[in-house]
């Protein structure tokens, strides 16, 4: 995977948001040897779920993956879990065949797949638009 397509999707992180920087930078290692970044997106992890309300609990929730790295590739979805500070965590893919995107809004993603679901919420407002756009022309063929 080519570093420079890594350096583009950083340029695209919003002010107070490089902490993901090192997510992004896992893609390469994720990634399969020729396989193409086409755009990436970070928002909320859509597993999830902010449910405290203590300051101990809230601790807690921080330890969890809070975030997720969405990256197109040319060969499939991948999905890179990320904690509150940015680092990289768990990874899974997700074939394209036949994923769709069901919706697209301000700042959230929805995409279904034969196996499953997910929404994605809080994306930065300047990586979405690449990656929606990525996406559909990958999903066109």
Same mark, same amino acid.
């Given at each position: 995977?080519?570093?420079?397509? %890594?350096?583009?999707?950083?340029?695209?992180?919003?002010?107070?948001?490089?902490?993901?920087?090192?997510?992004?930078?896992?893609?390469?290692?994720?990634?399969?040897?020729?396989?193409?970044?086409?755009?990436?997106?970070?928002?909320?992890?859509? $597993?999830?779920?902010?449910?405290?309300?203590?300051?101990?609990?809230?601790?807690?929730?921080?330890?969890?993956? $809070?975030?997720?790295?969405?990256?197109?590739?040319?060969?499939?979805?991948?999905? %890179?879990?990320?904690?509150?500070?940015?680092?990289?965590?768990?990874? $899974?893919? %997700?074939?394209?065949?036949?994923?769709?995107?069901?919706?697209?809004?301000?700042?959230?993603?929805?995409?279904?797949?034969?196996?499953?679901?997910?929404?994605?919420?809080?994306?930065?407002?300047?990586?979405?638009?690449?990656?929606?756009?990525?996406?559909?022309?990958?999903?066109?063929?």
């Amino acid at each position: 995977m080519a570093p420079t397509a %890594i350096e583009r999707e950083k340029k695209l992180l919003p002010f107070g948001w490089g902490r993901f920087g090192k997510s992004l930078d896992q893609i390469a290692e994720v990634a399969e040897p020729g396989e193409e970044l086409l755009a990436a997106c970070v928002g909320l992890n859509p $597993t999830f779920e902010h449910r405290s309300i203590t300051l101990a609990g809230g601790l807690l929730e921080l330890t969890q993956s $809070t975030n997720v790295v969405l990256a197109a590739t040319d060969r499939r979805l991948l999905l %890179i879990a990320t904690g509150a500070g940015g680092a990289p965590r768990d990874h $899974t893919a %997700i074939a394209y065949d036949g994923m769709e995107i069901v919706e697209v809004g301000k700042r959230e993603l929805r995409l279904t797949w034969p196996e499953g679901a997910m929404r994605v919420k809080g994306i930065a407002k300047s990586m979405l638009p690449d990656f929606e756009e990525a996406l559909r022309r990958r999903l066109a063929g």
